[in-house]
């Protein structure tokens, strides 16, 4: 299983970012895929999911910034973040849950900075 994330960068407060994720040797579209970040000093936390059918689930404090969405085809997810702000700055990292095993992206830093 591989999950290649890309996209992050420097962006000033109020940007806008979109992060991708191409996973490989998993049936992708049968699979829930989930991004999470981390901060310098904290852990990590789950920032959004999505389902096989589409269905999606955010941290409450992202809720209406952030939206998580997929493509099949490409087996890619993404994650498309708005309005960001310095508390944002982490290491974002996509994850699968597959075989009764975690599998987690090299990450892709964030950071939010004037």
């Known amino acids: 299983v591989q999950l290649q994330a890309s996209g992050g960068g420097l962006v000033q407060p109020g940007g806008s970012l979109r992060l991708s994720c191409k996973a490989s040797g998993i049936n992708f579209s049968i699979n829930t895929m989930n991004w999470y970040r981390q901060a310098p000093g904290n852990e990590r936390e789950l920032v959004a999911t999505?389902?096989?059918?589409?269905?999606?689930n955010y941290a409450d404090s992202l809720k209406g910034r952030f939206t998580i969405s997929r493509d099949n085809v490409r087996r890619t997810v993404y994650l498309q973040m708005n309005n960001l702000k310095p508390e944002d700055t982490a290491v974002y990292y996509c994850?699968?849950?597959?075989?009764?095993?975690?599998?987690w992206g090299r990450g892709t830093l964030v950071t939010v900075s004037s």
């Open positions: 999505i389902t096989s059918s589409g269905n999606t």
């Open positions: 994850n699968v849950f597959f075989r009764e095993r975690n599998y």
